[in-house]
């Protein structure tokens, strides 16, 4: 089947992830996101091939698909044009899923994440331990953060501000 019918298959049959009703299962490797707006696609896409580049732990981008439809319901009857982001699937579990040493583990998992992130001049301001955060779990809790949406790139002064109050947290780093 190809990448295209993978695709229509999941927005047809409504396959999305749990808690979300814009990103879709297109095959147990890809997920892709829906957008309205094809600019708003691209600063994802974009953000996400700067900071994985950086070395930071986000799904890998692919490709920016139009697709045309009167199904989605959004603009339900209409022919209209929509956008998916087509990116890596991460299989994590929510912090929430995580048992308490798992938790703990997490914590400076998330901050490792997050300190690399603001290296690279990005603020994530969407994104906290436990949302738009998924832990994989076999070995050593790695954290992969999701929905880069909302980032971008700051002036190096509130960077700096971010890094003072993540350093604060040291040791006793607690949410």
Known sequence: MSPNQELTDAVESDRTLPNTDRVYVVSNSIVAKLYWDLSNAEKELDMGNYVRGGGIAVPEMYEIVPYHSQHLSYHAGQNATYYFLLMERINGISYGELDYDQ???AKFAYRDEIEKLMELG???FDSSL?????????GAIRARLVDL????????EMVRECQKYLSSLRPNFIF
């Open 122 to 124: 990005v603020f994530p």
């Open 103 to 105: 938790q703990r583990e």
């Open 149 to 156: 949406e909302g980032w971008r790139k700051e002036s190096s």
């Open 130 to 138: 436990s949302r738009n955060t998924l832990y994989e779990t076999d």
